[in-house]
């Protein structure tokens, strides 16, 4: 191999450039700080598979063979049938067997049980949504709203949600309304709130400068509204659908636990503790996660592009 | 009062003595605060006429601002009276009768340049066609064609402010209000824009009432100084400023310039402002 330049000459290496090491890239880009976290997280569960399951499954071997040694004991731990805490790889397979492996319309499918509960977080999501916005508008418009509504707002969060789906499941039984509509009453119920909060402060954040230009063109409330307050609320406005779109999903599930429902993640949860199934509950809450994961995922790319439409920088 | 020669013959622009913009007699305002009421204004007489470029100067807390403010109605005055074109600033405010131009460019910044024109357009109902228009000759009043498709964050603060000029100018207003509108930018830029507003005050035959901290900034621009002195706010002095309609940078050295500002100067000292 001959170079254009001598090494040791002024100039040689010019246009040369190593390249970047595999170490380099990866604690560089974004993905190294995440890829350290899941490997002491990984480490620290099977740790604690171990330490967990150590009790009763020596207990069983030596029931058969009071002889078992330490190795087969710690096979055991992280290969039980029903684990106080299972092995991710365990919850992996367990993920793999019920979605790749069965139809997707079957009832053991992780998929069939998600979708189910996808629908009422959506649109809970979207009833949530636009009641938050609406309040919030209600609010900043008029003391009375302001000084009336915004206490019940905060009291409605007080409440257990466990307390109060039951009765809304019940109540809405009894009148014939049941399936999708009543867990997305619930979804509602938990993901208004942080929207509410958001846009009211959203729609408060123009400064008076802003708010004094408004007035000297003698513009309605309502143009104020579309056209300042609105706009300036976009930040608020995304950030608490984050948080709202996570709650909804929530809610959906807390939906599916006291009627037993026979589909969803949260009857997952649910058959899976009746029968101590803890690798099936595990399974859905991987899967009620990585979907709560995606939906948080959807909104920031919606609001990446709001932003970009309203001429952000980069 | 002997004026330099070279100057002398020079008549205020004043376009024939015009009708009373801006008329206040005893106009006072206190704001009520927790420790005590401030006396923001004080039995201020006033009488701008059309066509005037009038400055306020006084030190921070005089009221320059605060009166300014009353006239477009973003205050509300607790003594005298005041209108504005003959109405009460209220419903002068619901007539449109004023462009008003903030201490900082105060621009949408969702907005692009063009659309942050087209703002007051488009509360006020402007059609399409004719806010594009308008969009179009404003920006090129303030030599920002080209600049349409930009944001706000994309332009320098000399820029920015040039722009809100544009969108005050758009709907086209008979009277201007500029509070401190070059105060927060660099002298050199500040010059030129002095030097622009002086040109574009020129070919539009506006009333501008104009609010600076600057003696030769006020000097500069104004067919009369109203001088304002602090605790209780009020007009210490109203000082003709009778330089001429041409007003090159270089007028700032000649004697008759510098015997205004001296005035000025004299004045403000005279109203205790920095002592």
């Given at each position: ?5 001598p090494i040791?000459?002024?100039g ?6 190593a ?18 976290v899941?490997?002491?997280v ?6 604690g598979?171990v ?5 009763t ?18 096979t ?8 106080v ?12 067997n ?10 053991r499918?992780l ?6 509960t996808l ?10 949504t636009?009641l ?16 009336s509504?915004?206490?019940w707002?905060?009291t409605?969060?007080t ?22 509509v ?16 958001g846009?009211v402060?959203?729609l ?10 408004m ?7 309502r ?6 307050r ?12 984050k948080?709202?779109?996570a709650?909804?999903?929530v809610?959906a ?10 589909a969803g ?28 994961g ?9 609001e ?8 952000a920088?980069? | ?29 206190v ?27 006084g ?7 605060t009166?300014?403010?009353?006239i ?6 607790t ?16 007539a ?19 659309r ?27 030599g ?8 706000p964050w ?10 809100s ?10 009277l ?6 070059f ?12 030097a ?12 501008v009432v ?12 104004s ?11 009020r ?7 009778d ?18 500002a001296?005035r ?12």
């Open positions: 191999m001959t170079l254009s330049a040791a000459e002024p040689a290496g010019i246009g040369y450039r390249r970047p090491s595999l170490r380099s890239r990866i604690a560089g880009g974004r993905a190294g700080p995440v890829l350290v899941l490997v002491a990984l480490v620290l569960w099977y740790a598979a330490l967990l399951n150590w009790p499954e020596s207990a069983r071997l030596a029931r058969g063979n009071p002889e078992v040694s330490p190795a087969e004991i710690l055991a731990t992280l290969s039980a049938q029903r684990p805490l299972p092995a991710p790889h365990q919850i992996a397979v367990e993920i793999w019920t979605t790749v492996k069965v139809s997707p319309t079957a009832p499918s998929v069939y049980h998600a979708g189910v629908g009422p977080t959506l649109l809970g999501f979207a009833l949530g636009l938050g916005v609406a309040l919030a508008v209600g609010i900043i418009h008029s003391r009375t709203l302001d000084k509504l915004m206490p707002v905060i409605s969060q409440i257990p949600i466990l307390a109060i789906a039951p009765m809304v499941i019940v109540v809405l039984n009894s009148v014939g309304i049941s399936g999708l009543p867990k997305a009453i619930i979804s509602t119920y938990l993901s208004f709130f942080p929207v509410t909060v846009m402060k959203g408060r954040s123009p400064d008076a400068m802003h708010l004094d230009l007035r000297t063109y003698n513009a309605s409330g143009q104020t509204l579309a056209k300042l609105a706009p300036a609320s976009l930040p608020f406005l995304f950030a608490s659908m948080v709202a779109v709650a909804a999903l809610g599930i807390v939906g599916e636990l006291p009627t037993g429902a026979q993640l949260g009857a997952r949860l649910l058959a899976g503790s009746y029968y101590g199934q803890t690798i099936q509950i595990w399974s859905a809450l991987v899967a009620a996660s990585a979907m709560a995606v939906l948080v995922w959807l909104v920031g790319l919606a990446t592009t709001a932003r970009r439409r309203a001429g920088r980069a | 009062m002997s004026a330099a020669p070279s100057l002398a013959p020079a008549p205020v622009p004043v376009p024939a003595v015009g009708d009373e913009v801006i008329a206040a007699r005893k106009l006072g305002l704001f009520g605060t927790n420790d005590g009421s401030v006396h923001a204004l004080k039995d201020v007489d006033l009488t701008i006429r059309r066509g005037e470029f009038v400055s306020f100067i030190p921070s807390g005089c009221g320059k601002t009166l300014l403010r009353v477009a109605d973003l205050e509300q005055p003594a005298g009276s005041i209108t504005v074109n003959g109405m009460t600033p209220g419903d002068a405010r619901r449109r009768a004023y462009g008003y131009v903030f201490q900082a460019a105060a621009l949408y910044p969702w907005r692009s340049i063009a942050n024109v087209a703002l007051p357009l488009e509360i006020m109902g402007v059609p399409k066609a004719e806010r594009a228009r308008r969009i179009a000759a404003n920006l090129d009043l303030v920002l064609s080209g600049f349409e498709k930009k944001f994309q332009l320098s603060g000399g820029m920015q402010q040039r722009a000029i544009a969108r005050a100018l758009s709907f086209d207003p008979d201007l209000l500029m509070d401190e509108p105060g927060a930018l660099d002298e050199i830029v500040r010059d030129h824009l002095n622009e507003l002086l040109k574009l005050w020129a070919t539009t035959r506006k009333t104009f609010v600076t901290h600057s003696i030769p900034e006020a000097v500069f621009l067919t009369r100084i109203v001088v304002m002195s602090p605790r209780p706010g007009i210490t002095e109203i000082i003709d400023c330089l001429g309609a041409e007003r090159p940078l270089e007028i700032r050295e000649t004697p008759r310039f510098l015997e205004i001296h000025v100067r004299e004045g403000l000292r005279a109203g205790h402002g920095y002592e």
